[in-house]
């Protein structure tokens, strides 16, 4: 039988992912110099690792420029196995952490399925279902006073006719990890659906681009689960979001039924070269997690002290929320005419009062604690 689907969803009009202003686009609107402009928008890091100039500086790469880079990116699985503490064929190499996403939509997501996301949560999986001619089906996350927690129950009953659940933890935008214990569950609970129904359970991606800054992660489970496909990047503690390079790691089985969708050479031999050596050399990534770690409680608690609601956060970035849409809107305005760019949520979005700030270098920092004293001078009356 064709495990292709019997019915097809015209995705007539797909989610698309939104950006906020380029810093052109900001220079051009706001009047200010595009050198000066921060993004505190894209959960990236202020500096790349020294290793990556020296690299460049070297001018040797994996392969010579002219040729592509080794069609299994041998050496680059090789570091990213002896990382992640799993075998080479565990192991799927992408273009970032979206293109493995990209990837899991192609393999797995049939267009007329289903797939469920525990929502406020990053807006590719949406974008990618509904890409795909699948339904994307948001169950609502406990609120900010439960920690943002997945309602697992709820996961769980959505999922029962699911092709995919799309997991991420720590979770973007709302900045903390799932509670212990519950990614274990709704595994076992999906897989004991699964065996009364008799079908397979959905493939649940568990994305975990901000693991390194909690240390934790639960590509373990894979072992049990071989529906598991965990998903890390080099884009975020690394510090190398512009090389584009993401890795999955699942069960062998389970990485062969992806791999077919892969294109080939989607990863540069730059990128092959530079993140192989990050990954064999993690002492710049693990000062990077520290720095991040002083910084960002330095910057929530003096945003705090202007007046900010800051909500706690293990990740590289804070989500502030404010009393409402409109007065989200006006800070973000305020902050766009200082060259200051937040990442902003939709009116219909259930984060439209708040906004994410990447926490960035302690000088870059110090510009929005400015802001926001000036914010709230302006917002009492006492001017800016
Ligand atoms: C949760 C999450 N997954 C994936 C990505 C994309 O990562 P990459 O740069 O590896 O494509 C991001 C980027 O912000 C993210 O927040």
Redesign the pocket.
Do not use: F, I, P
């Given at each position: 039988m064709s495990p292709t689907p019997v019915t097809y969803v015209s995705p007539t009009q797909p989610a698309s992912y939104s950006w906020e202003a380029t810093d052109e686009q900001v220079a051009a609107r706001y009047g200010v110099d595009p050198a000066t402009i921060v993004r505190f928008d894209?959960?990236t890091s202020p500096e790349p690792p020294v290793l990556a100039a020296e690299l460049l500086a070297a001018g040797r790469f994996e392969t010579p420029l002219s040729e592509y880079p080794p069609s299994d990116y041998r050496r680059l699985v090789a570091a990213a196995a002896a990382t992640y503490e799993v075998e080479p064929d565990e192991l799927l190499v992408g273009a970032?952490?979206?293109?493995i996403?990209d990837l899991v939509g192609k393999a797995f997501l049939p267009a007329g399925g289903e797939a469920v996301v525990p929502a406020p949560s990053?807006a590719?999986y949406r974008v990618i279902t509904e890409q795909r001619g699948a339904r994307c089906v948001a169950v609502p996350r406990r609120g900010p006073d439960a920690g943002w927690a997945m309602d697992v129950d709820a996961v769980r009953a959505a999922a029962r006719s699911a092709a995919v659940v799309w997991l991420?933890s720590p979770n973007?935008p709302t900045g903390l990890a799932e509670p212990n214990g519950t990614i274990e569950r709704l595994l076992a609970d999906l897989a004991e659906d699964a065996a009364t129904d008799r079908r397979e359970p959905p493939i649940v991606v568990l994305?975990e681009?901000?693991a390194e800054f909690v240390g934790a992660s639960l590509v373990p489970l894979r072992a049990d689960h071989p529906n598991l496909i965990v998903?890390r990047?080099?884009?975020?503690a690394y510090a190398l979001?512009g090389l584009?390079?993401?890795f999955a790691i699942s069960r062998p089985e389970t990485i062969a039924r992806l791999a077919p969708y892969r294109p080939p050479g989607s990863v540069s031999t730059v990128s092959v070269t530079i993140v192989t050596e990050a990954l064999r050399q993690p002492a710049a990534m693990l000062a990077n997690v520290n720095r991040v770690a002083i910084e960002r409680e330095r910057l929530a608690g003096s945003l705090t002290e202007a007046g900010w609601r800051v909500g706690p956060s293990v990740t590289n970035f804070l989500l502030v929320t404010f009393a409402d849409a409109t007065t989200a809107a006006a800070t973000a305005e305020g902050l766009l005419r200082r060259g200051l760019v937040p990442r902003t949520f939709g009116a219909d979005h259930p984060l439209a009062a708040s906004l994410r700030l990447t926490v960035r270098n302690a000088a870059e920092n110090d510009r929005l604690i400015e802001a926001a004293r000036g914010a709230m001078r302006a917002a009492a009356g006492g001017g800016r």
């Open positions: 894209l959960n970032g952490a979206d293109e996403l990053y590719m991420c973007n994305d681009a901000y998903v990047t080099a884009s975020k979001a584009r390079v993401g």
